[in-house]
């Protein structure tokens, strides 16, 4: 089995600052891609950012939030910034795993509460 952890949400102000972070663990040969997502009250699950060999971010993070790997800990971070009330969501990150057993599939964590607001 290949499990992922989040760190890091909580409550913050607007303007603020907050770093997540992503564990990978588990029967895993390799990780293409690790990224993270959001979803907030009542909207669909969103794509945050990725990272491969390249980066990908969403349209409305863009130059506020960093995207970052740590490839020999298996984990991934999301450094966000100037924070606004909007981005409110549980963030959970993504994987996209070679197992042991041969197989490729991506996998999800149980999510992180983030919480902007005065």
């Known amino acids: 089995q290949v499990q992922l952890a989040e760190s890091g949400g909580g409550l913050v102000h607007p303007g603020g600052s907050l770093r997540l972070a992503c564990v990978a663990s588990?029967?895993?040969?390799?990780?293409?891609?690790m990224g993270w997502y959001r979803q907030a009250p009542g909207k669909e699950r969103e794509l945050v950012a990725t990272?491969?060999?390249?980066?990908n971010y969403a349209d409305s993070v863009k130059g506020r939030f960093t995207i970052s790997r740590d490839n020999a800990k298996n984990m991934v971070y999301l450094q966000m910034n100037s924070l606004k009330s909007e981005d409110t969501a549980v963030y959970y990150c993504?994987?996209?795993?070679?197992?042991?057993?041969?197989?490729?599939?991506?996998?999800w964590g149980q999510g992180t509460q983030v919480t902007v607001s005065s």
């Open positions: 993504n994987a996209w795993v070679t197992t042991g057993w041969g197989t490729r599939r991506d996998f």
């Open positions: 588990g029967n895993i040969v390799s990780i293409n891609v």
């Open positions: 990272m491969a060999s390249t980066t």
